[in-house]
C-alpha cells in the first residue's frame, strides 16, 4: 500500500527551466510534507516544507504548491541548474500519537542539461 | 557536528552470514530510524526507536533486528543475510521538535 504517490520517475529539463515534480497522498491524516534532495554517495536532506495550513511556500528557487482538497503537492523548480540533478523525494509525516514517521514516495531522478 | 555517522559506508556478506550496521548521532536526539532504499521503491522504513529504550518494526522489518544502545547509538543486525537485502542502509534521526530528518551517509550492502 503506496500512500504517497510521486511521479514523474525521472525528469530532464534544460538549464534555466521549470522542473515540476508531483506528489499525492492518500492519508488525511499526514500533517506535514517535506522535499527531501539527495546527491549521488549522499543521505537526503531536508530541502523544504508545507504544512496543510499554507497553500504554497517558497524557498529561493524552490517553491511547494500545496492543494488539501485535491490531497496532491508538488515542488518547482525555477531556473532549473546543472547543480539541481539529483533525486527527490517527496514525504509525508502522519500526525498521530507516538513518534515521528515519515512516508516517502518512491522518487524523481532529476537531470539540468546545460 | 557530525550529525549522524554510519559505519561501514560499504560491506559485501555471503549468503548466511549476519552483520550489524552502526549508527551514530550527537544532536542528542529522542527518536531515530533505519530506512532502506532499493532503485525505484524510495525509503522504506525498517525499524524506527521513538526513545532510549523503546524500538517498533515499520514497513519491512523481517529478517532485521535493533537494538537502541543509548539515546546516541541505534543499531541494525542481519542474523542471516539474504540476496533481498541487498541495498543501501541510511539510519535517520529527528529531534524533539519533530520536523527535519537528518541522514547518515549509508552503508551500501551486498550479499551474495
Known amino acids: 500500500q503506496q500512500q504517497v504517490k510521486q511521479s514523474p520517475q525521472s525528469l530532464i529539463v534544460q538549464k534555466g527551466g521549470i522542473s515540476i515534480i508531483n506528489c499525492a497522498y492518500e492519508?488525511?491524516?499526514?500533517?506535514?510534507f517535506p522535499w527531501y534532495q539527495q546527491f549521488p554517495g549522499k543521505g537526503p536532506a531536508l530541502l523544504i516544507a508545507i504544512r496543510p495550513d499554507v497553500s504554497e511556500k517558497k524557498e529561493g528557487r524552490f517553491t511547494i504548491s500545496f492543494n488539501k482538497s485535491a490531497k496532491q503537492f508538488s515542488l518547482h523548480i525555477m531556473d532549473s541548474q546543472p547543480g539541481d540533478s539529483a533525486t527527490y523525494f517527496c514525504?509525508?509525516?502522519?500526525?498521530?500519537?507516538?513518534?515521528?514517521?515519515?512516508?516517502f514516495g518512491k522518487g524523481t531522478k532529476l537531470s539540468v542539461i546545460p | 557536528n557530525a550529525g549522524v555517522t554510519q559505519t561501514p559506508k560499504f560491506q559485501v556478506l555471503k549468503t548466511g552470514q549476519s552483520m550489524t550496521l552502526q549508527c551514530a548521532q550527537d544532536?542528542?536526539?529522542?527518536?531515530m530510524y533505519w530506512y532502506r532504499q532499493d532503485p525505484g521503491m524510495g525509503l522504506r522504513l525498517i525499524y524506527y526507536?521513538?526513545?532510549?529504550?523503546?524500538?517498533d518494526k515499520g514497513e519491512v522489518p523481517n529478517g532485521y533486528n535493533v537494538s537502541r544502545l543509548n539515546k546516541r547509538e541505534f543499531s541494525l543486525r542481519l542474523e542471516s543475510a539474504a540476496p533481498s537485502q541487498t541495498s543501501v542502509y541510511f539510519c535517520a534521526s529527528v529531534g524533539n521538535g519533530n520536523t527535519e530528518a537528518f541522514f547518515g551517509q549509508g552503508t551500501r550492502l551486498t550479499v551474495v
Open positions: 544532536m542528542n536526539h529522542n527518536s
Open positions: 526507536s521513538a526513545s532510549e529504550g523503546t524500538t
Open positions: 514525504a509525508a509525516k502522519y500526525s498521530g500519537a507516538g513518534s515521528y514517521q515519515l512516508t
Open positions: 492519508n488525511t491524516a499526514f500533517d506535514y
